[in-house]
Structures are given as C-alpha cells and as structure tokens.
C-alpha cells in the first residue's frame, strides 16, 4: 500500500504561483511512475504533468506547458508540481498518483493506470 498526502493549494490571484507537494509513505516508489491531475467543479478528472521513477522522462498536458514543472526526490519519497502563471482556468482539486506497475511510462495521461491517488489540494486562482 502506498499513501499519499498533497499539500501546498491555496487562493491565488491570476499570475501568481504555487509548488504543490506530494508525500508518499509505505510502499516504495522509487520504481514507479507517478503523476499530477486535477478536476474541477462539473467535470472530469484531467492529466496534469506526469514524471517517470527515474526523473529520466516528463509530460505535460498542452495546456500546462510552459508554466507548470513536475519533480520528484525518491530520497524523501516527494513529489513536487510547480505552477507559475496561473489563469483562473488552472482552478481544481490537485491529484498525486503512482501507479502500480514498475517502470511503466507508457498512457502516462490515463488515470486508469494509477492505482493509489491522494485526497487532493485545492488550487484556486482568482482573475
């Protein structure tokens, strides 16, 4: 079993930024990739950034490109998302996730491969 506990949301006004933090306990992860992804009021959970065991490969949904910088310390067991720029549309829970197969990267955008997921952290962005 692995648990995980975001932290770092909040109330931002557009431009603004926050890092996001992910902490993970019991199973290791050191072998798993793992992912951010986000759902807004009224709609369906989304792909956010997703990073690979090793830090040796990233993605990022289009949308988030350029602003948002996923990280992890498999040390310390922490996942990080940095987000700059925020735009009001950024508004959502934030997800953390692993997924339960080792060294897995392919459909690294589909929540259906992530076995253990947080409780979130609320990111809101006003205009």
């Known amino acids: 079993q692995v648990q995980l506990v975001e932290s770092g949301g909040g109330l931002v006004q557009a431009g603004g930024s926050l890092r996001l933090s992910c902490a993970a306990s019991?199973?290791?992860?050191?072998?798993?990739?793992m992912g951010w992804f986000r759902q807004a009021p009224g709609k369906e959970r989304e792909f956010v950034a997703a990073?690979?065991?090793?830090?040796?490969?990233?993605a990022y949904a289009d949308s988030v490109k350029g602003r948002f910088t996923i990280s992890r310390d498999n040390s310390k067991s922490m996942m990080y998302l940095q987000v700059n720029s925020l735009k009001p549309e950024d508004t959502a829970v934030y997800y953390c996730?692993?997924?339960?197969?080792?060294?897995?990267?392919?459909?690294?955008?589909?929540?259906?491969?992530?076995?253990?997921w947080g409780q979130g952290t609320q990111v809101t962005v006003s205009s």
């Open positions: 996730s692993v997924r339960w197969a080792d060294w897995a990267w392919t459909k690294y955008d589909d929540p259906g491969q992530y076995h253990y």
């Open positions: 990073i690979a065991w090793d830090s040796g490969r990233t």
């Open positions: 019991g199973r290791t992860i050191i072998n798993n990739s």
